[in-house]
Protein backbone atom coordinates (compact mmCIF):
# COMPACT_ATOMS: atom_id res chain seq x y z
CA UNK A 1 0.00 0.00 0.00
CA UNK A 2 2.86 2.19 0.87
CA UNK A 3 4.21 2.06 -2.52
CA UNK A 4 1.27 2.61 -3.86
CA UNK A 5 0.59 5.97 -2.78
CA UNK A 6 4.38 6.95 -3.55
CA UNK A 7 3.24 6.36 -7.19
CA UNK A 8 0.21 8.48 -6.64
CA UNK A 9 2.77 11.26 -5.53
CA UNK A 10 5.32 10.87 -7.82
CA UNK A 11 2.52 10.86 -10.44
CA UNK A 12 0.68 14.01 -9.14
CA UNK A 13 4.41 15.86 -9.14
CA UNK A 14 5.14 14.90 -13.23
CA UNK A 15 1.45 16.14 -13.75
CA UNK A 16 2.83 19.53 -12.19
CA UNK A 17 5.59 19.31 -14.34
CA UNK A 18 3.98 18.80 -17.42
CA UNK A 19 1.51 21.57 -16.70
CA UNK A 20 4.06 23.86 -16.14
CA UNK A 21 6.29 22.65 -18.98
CA UNK A 22 3.55 23.41 -21.08
CA UNK A 23 2.62 27.04 -19.48
CA UNK A 24 6.31 27.92 -19.40
CA UNK A 25 7.01 27.17 -23.37
CA UNK A 26 3.97 29.12 -24.43
CA UNK A 27 4.78 32.04 -22.35
CA UNK A 28 6.79 34.05 -24.60
CA UNK A 29 7.85 37.11 -21.96
CA UNK A 30 10.51 36.60 -20.11
CA UNK A 31 8.38 38.59 -17.06
CA UNK A 32 5.62 36.42 -17.33
CA UNK A 33 7.70 33.59 -17.16
CA UNK A 34 9.45 35.10 -13.65
CA UNK A 35 5.77 35.61 -12.46
CA UNK A 36 4.97 31.90 -13.02
CA UNK A 37 7.91 30.54 -11.77
CA UNK A 38 6.91 32.76 -8.52
CA UNK A 39 3.32 31.49 -8.41
CA UNK A 40 4.27 27.73 -8.96
CA UNK A 41 6.87 28.05 -6.09
CA UNK A 42 4.27 29.67 -3.42
CA UNK A 43 2.21 26.31 -4.10
CA UNK A 44 5.48 23.96 -4.16
Do not use: G, P, Q, W
Not at 8 to 15: E, M, P, V
Not at 27 to 33: L, Q
Amino acid sequence: MNKLSDLSRLATKINTLERYAFLFHTTKSVNDRIDLISDELIFL
